[in-house]
């Protein structure tokens, strides 16, 4: 759904003439962490059913690459939209963190998926997912809400990638949008006042 998120933003982006010039001036602090994040968690994907070591520790891990990220979040919380995409990976954060380093799937959710989704949730590890059941802390917050047509792409998700999702949005109106009328703005006062000057 993150993906989808920041798609559609950049889509939305491009409609309301925005450009992506601001992203070669964007600095974040620990920027470097995002994307080797990214590296670990889809590694650990893709090998926790073939090393019986790495699927019985894989949700350490994720809470360690979660844990990791919020700091990030966190140091760069002044960007726009960050405030409310840090709410959302804490909402996720908190109910993987209480159920294993999992996040449940609920699934009756889960019916709108491939069947096959659901038989390799029960026989074996499926990314950082688990089953909901009534042993479940916080049940709520896992994924259990069902996305499907008229929306192209079927999939279950969460309260916090809802509100993450959301601060993504804002966050790259921002740098396509906002941050490009404020430069244009800047220029044209200071081409304005340069003129008084003459």
């Not at 994907?45 to 891990?61: A, H, M, W």
């Not at 909901?132 to 916090?160: A, K």
């Not at 109106?173 to 006042?193: A, D, G, I, P």
Request: proline share 4%.
């Amino acid at each position: 759904m993150v993906f989808d998120g920041i798609i559609i933003s950049f889509i939305v982006g491009f409609i309301r003439k925005g450009n992506l010039r601001a992203l070669a001036q964007l600095k974040l602090k620990w920027g470097w962490i995002f994307p080797l994040l990214l590296v670990v968690e889809l590694a650990v994907f893709i090998l926790q059913n073939d090393y019986k070591f790495l699927g019985q520790v894989s949700g350490y891990i994720y809470i360690v690459v979660y844990v990791l990220g919020l700091l990030f979040l966190f140091m760069n919380r002044n960007n726009p939209g960050f405030t409310l995409i840090l709410i959302g990976v804490f909402l996720n954060f908190l109910v993987m963190v209480i159920n294993g380093g999992r996040m449940p799937v609920s699934l009756e959710a889960a019916a709108v998926l491939d069947p096959g989704y659901i038989e390799v949730l029960k026989e074996s590890l499926y990314a950082k997912h688990t089953m909901l059941t009534s042993s479940t802390y916080l049940g709520f917050l896992g994924d259990v809400i069902p996305i499907t047509d008229p929306y192209p792409r079927t999939q279950i998700i969460s309260i916090g990638d809802i509100v993450m999702n959301i601060g993504i949005f804002f966050f790259i109106q921002h740098l396509m949008v906002h941050h490009t009328v404020s430069k244009k703005s800047e220029y044209t006062n200071v081409s304005f006042r340069g003129g008084e000057k003459r």
